[in-house]
Nanobody, 127 residues
Framework: EVQLVESGGGAVQAGGSLRLTCAAS????????MGWFRQTPGKEREGIAI????????AHADSVEGRFTISRDNTKNTLNLEINNLRPEDSAAYYC????????????????????WGQGTQVTVSS
């Protein structure tokens, strides 16, 4: 059972920055794909950025292009998300997710591909 623990969320003003970190309890095929999703009340969970175990970003939401940077440290089993120039609409619960390589494709933002989820960390951006 892979356990994921997020940290780094908080309350910031618009234009500020945050760094989210996800620590995975193990490394291997179960965590070939790791990524960040976010969700606001009443909305679907949205895939933000996904990275495979080779360090390749395989999916990235257009809404965060140029502002969010995903990185992965396989030596520490951690996944990071640098969030810059935050906007009020970025306020959400941010979740780390992990899963194996999908059949016939590389890592995607499909929620069903991910069997392991963290508890979420809240990001609140004030204007």
């Amino acid at each position: 059972e892979v356990q994921l623990v997020e940290s780094g969320g908080g309350a910031v003003q618009a234009g500020g920055s945050l760094r989210l970190t996800c620590a995975a309890s193990e490394y291997g095929d179960h965590v070939y794909c790791m990524g960040w999703f976010r969700q606001t009340p009443g909305k679907e969970r949205e895939g933000i950025a996904i990275m495979n175990s080779g360090g390749v970003t395989t999916a990235h939401a257009d809404s965060v292009e140029g502002r969010f940077t995903i990185s992965r440290d396989n030596t520490k089993n951690t996944l990071n998300l640098e969030i810059n120039n935050l906007r009020p609409e970025d306020s959400a619960a941010y979740y780390c997710a992990a899963g194996p390589k999908p059949w016939l494709s590389d890592c995607r933002t499909e929620r069903a591909d991910y069997g392991y989820w963290g508890q979420g960390t809240q990001v609140t951006v004030s204007s």
